[in-house]
Each structure stands twice: as structure tokens, then as C-alpha cells.
Antibody, heavy 116, light 113 residues
């Protein structure tokens, strides 16, 4: 059974940093693109970032370019999102999602609140 | 970037009646490899999103056959043949393309009249 378990969310001040983690299991992690998708409170879904299975390609939504970094550790079957220079508009539930365009399996999400 | 629009944004439906959601993209979603990476997701209240349909019309495992997807180019439709109470939630279309950036539609909220 595919499982994606996010962690690392919490309350952070504007300008601060946070690293989200996603522990993957139930599939061969090294074979899949992975992604982060977020949802601001009461709003719709927004694709944030994707990483190719070998880590050689990374893509970001314009609003986070230069501030967020997606990376993975295949030895730990884990996906990460390093978030720097956080803004109030980054407040959202962040979902770890398997694959590129497929987005076939989703985690339960972790809440990030950016507020002073 | 590709912009996705949906209509309606709110859809009250009667149990047992059909429902239809339209999704339009600002440019053709036919990729250079010949595929159309248009997916549909359902998000029930308080839950994570769940994929229902991939590549326009392919139903995911475990998705009831009352859900169907169709369309081509820039115009796509999700249909529910007979709405059930468990179908309440928000439905999103999504364009994947061959490479990012990817975009979701704004969502259509389906509830029971």
C-alpha cells in the first residue's frame, strides 16, 4: 500500500524558514517523480514543485522560485521541501504527492502557518 | 503558463440526478508525445484530494463507474451519471503536460440541494 506521511509543518514568523519532510513507502521511490501541492485555508489546490526521479530536474511555481527547494533522499525514501523567506501567503496545507503529471497518491498534508 | 477555468464554480444537485462540470484550458493540452495530461480530482470535506480520472477519460481503480471524463484539446468534462451523497465535495481539473509547470482549475463545489 502506497503511503506518504508529511511532517515538519508549524507556525513560523514571516521571513523565517521551515523544512517539510515526506516519508514514502509501499512503492519503489527511486522510480517516481514526486511533487508538493499546497492549499491555502478555504482555497483551491496549487502545484508548488516537482522533482524528477533521479533528482536531475526540478520545477517550481513562480511564486516560490528562489525561496523553496525540493529535494529527495533515496536512501531514506524521503522527499523534502526547504522553505526560506516565508511569507504570509505561503500559509497552507502542504501535500506530498507521488509522480509528475500523474499525482496519483497524496499524503494527509501538513499545515504551515506564517504569522507574527 | 496554462490557465485552467471551470464552470460552474458551485453545483447544487439532486440525489440520483446527473451532474456535469466543464473545464477549459487557455491552450491545447495535447502534448508533444500525443498524450493529453488532463486529470480530475475529488476532495471530500476534511480529506486529501483523490484522483478520479487521468489522461482525460481513464478512471482510477476503485472509482465508481458513474464518474466519466471526456473532451479534447482545450475543452473537457467530468460527468456524474447519478449523484450520491458521498459525491459531495470539490472537484478540480488539472493539467500536467509533459513537463511542469502544472496548474489546477479553481474547483467546483458540488453539494446536495
Amino acid at each position: 500500500e502506497v503511503q506518504l506521511v508529511e511532517s515538519g509543518g508549524g507556525l513560523v514568523q514571516p521571513g523565517g524558514s521551515l523544512r517539510l519532510s515526506c516519508a514514502a513507502s509501499g512503492f519503489t521511490f527511486i522510480y517516481y517523480w514526486m511533487a508538493w501541492v499546497r492549499q491555502a485555508p478555504g482555497k483551491g489546490l496549487e502545484w508548488v514543485a516537482s522533482i524528477k526521479e533521479d533528482g536531475s530536474e526540478r520545477y517550481y511555481v513562480d511564486s516560490v522560485k528562489g525561496r523553496f527547494t525540493i529535494f529527495k533522499d533515496d536512501a531514506k525514501n524521503s522527499l523534502y521541501l526547504q522553505m526560506n523567506s516565508l511569507r504570509a501567503e505561503d500559509t497552507a496545507v502542504y501535500y506530498c504527492v507521488r509522480a509528475g503529471w500523474e499525482l496519483d497518491y497524496w499524503g494527509q498534508g501538513t499545515l504551515v502557518v506564517v504569522s507574527s | 503558463d496554462v490557465v485552467m477555468t471551470q464552470s460552474p464554480l458551485s453545483l447544487p444537485v439532486t440525489l440520483g440526478q446527473p451532474a456535469s462540470i466543464s473545464c477549459r484550458s487557455s491552450q491545447s493540452l495535447v502534448s508533444s508525445d500525443g498524450n493529453t495530461y488532463l486529470n480530475w480530482f475529488q476532495q471530500r470535506p476534511g480529506q486529501s484530494p483523490r484522483r478520479l480520472i487521468y489522461k482525460v477519460s481513464n478512471r482510477d481503480s476503485g472509482v465508481p463507474d458513474r464518474f466519466s471524463g471526456s473532451g479534447s484539446g482545450t475543452d473537457f468534462t467530468l460527468k456524474i451519471s447519478r449523484v450520491e451523497a458521498e459525491d459531495v465535495g470539490v472537484y478540480y481539473c488539472f493539467q500536467g503536460g509533459y513537463r511542469p509547470p502544472f496548474t489546477f482549475g479553481p474547483g467546483t463545489r458540488v453539494d446536495i440541494k
